[in-house]
């Protein structure tokens, strides 16, 4: 709204600033912060009341984990919530990008609402069945990815090579959607501690404001050798949101958690960076700056395929954070260790912009 009006007045005096996305990414993030910060309180305690019990605890989880009964979840809402409104009001309305990146957030949390609405109110962690869950997330993954392709080509541009791509034609549409769906499913199953999943989103989407205000800008992608997509730099305003929103949530959610985000949260912020990765024609880039969801995934498919096959399990409890907690390390020692991990994997995402 605010870029559309200060358009609209000609960009005068301090209106210039709206002009430049790097004003309009900090603009946004602090916007997102302070609605946030003050929305919180209530919104949990409308959570807490409507949902008594909280999130279903798992029995054979760590026993450290029984005291968090009652917490409630779905506070992904309060992060929609902020990082929409401010969105809103400082993105450039005429951008494709931020608005097929805004769908699928608002739909993959939507997916996840319901997974979350089903556990709450049966008392369950079964939720939505699962193939019924990742047809509705490639549906919306699909449909961003055909908004996404029109803008830009279909070729999958790789790393630490300068200008070095592969034409993947017609099945750039599948890739990408695997993309969109893999990044919000990792980023589900790391969001299991308190703080683990919403700091390495903050900091992935820190690492992807700058790749795509970059891309987005011819005369820094040709310096760099990195491919350049017109308009992409508007993407910077949708990661300094999400930065925004977490920084929030992350107020109400430090150790000991007053909320958990839920599937409604992690599912539409994964998938909210998978599409960030497609649009700015970075997704291989995301599968190093957000390394720890990766690891996170393997360790799911790796123990239930292993367990299946031999009856034996690789880990002693998967996803792999609970592994380090069945092998004595407290829950902040997981949490602040796997943080330091997402920080040195966002540097080397960042540096491959110039190691070609």
């Known amino acids: 709204m605010f870029y559309w009006l200060a358009e609209l007045l000609g960009f005068e005096g301090i209106l210039n600033l709206v002009r430049y996305q790097t004003f309009r990414a900090g603009a946004t993030l602090i916007t997102a912060l302070a609605i946030g910060l003050v929305i919180g309180p209530q919104f949990i305690n409308l959570l807490r009341v409507r949902q008594g019990k909280g999130q279903p605890i798992r029995e054979d989880g760590p026993q450290s984990h029984l005291a968090k009964r009652g917490t409630p979840t779905m506070g992904g809402l309060m992060i929609l919530v902020s990082l929409t409104i401010s969105l809103l009001l400082w993105m450039n309305w005429s951008s494709p990008f931020v608005w097929a990146c805004l769908a699928v957030t608002i739909g993959f949390g939507l997916i996840g609402f319901l997974d979350d609405y089903d556990k709450v109110s049966k008392n369950s962690h079964a939720g939505v069945p699962g193939r019924v869950r990742l047809l509705a997330e490639f549906a919306v993954a699909g449909v961003a990815s055909w908004l996404i392709v029109s803008q830009i080509n279909t070729n999958l541009?790789?790393?630490?090579?300068?200008?070095?791509?592969?034409?993947?034609?017609?099945?750039?549409?599948?890739?990408?959607?695997?993309?969109?769906?893999?990044?919000?499913n990792a980023v589900n199953l790391t969001d299991g501690l308190d703080g683990l999943a919403i700091m390495p989103v903050i900091i992935a989407a820190g690492t992807f404001a700058i790749i795509a205000y970059l891309v987005g800008?011819?005369?820094?992608?040709?310096?760099?050798?990195i491919p350049h997509v017109v308009g992409a730099g508007e993407?910077?305003?949708?990661?300094?949101a999400i930065m925004g929103a977490g920084l929030a949530f992350l107020w109400f959610n430090a150790p000991p958690a007053a909320v958990f985000m839920g599937d409604t949260g992690s599912l539409a912020l994964g998938g909210a960076l998978g599409v960030i990765a497609v649009a700015s024609h970075h997704e291989v880039v995301l599968a190093i700056v957000g390394g720890l969801f990766v690891l996170e995934a393997v360790s799911v498919i790796v123990q239930v395929f292993w367990f299946k096959r031999t009856g034996k399990r690789v880990f002693r409890m998967a996803p792999i954070h609970h592994h380090f907690e069945q092998l004595g390390w407290s829950e902040s020692k997981v949490v602040i260790r796997f943080w330091i991990i997402s920080i040195v994997l966002a540097l080397i995402g960042l540096a491959t912009l110039k190691l070609r």
């Open 217 to 225: 800008r011819a005369d820094f992608s040709a310096y760099l050798g």
């Open 157 to 184: 541009y790789v790393p630490f090579f300068s200008e070095f791509s592969i034409p993947l034609g017609p099945f750039y549409y599948v890739f990408a959607a695997f993309v969109i769906v893999g990044a919000g």
């Open 235 to 240: 993407l910077a305003i949708f990661c300094g």
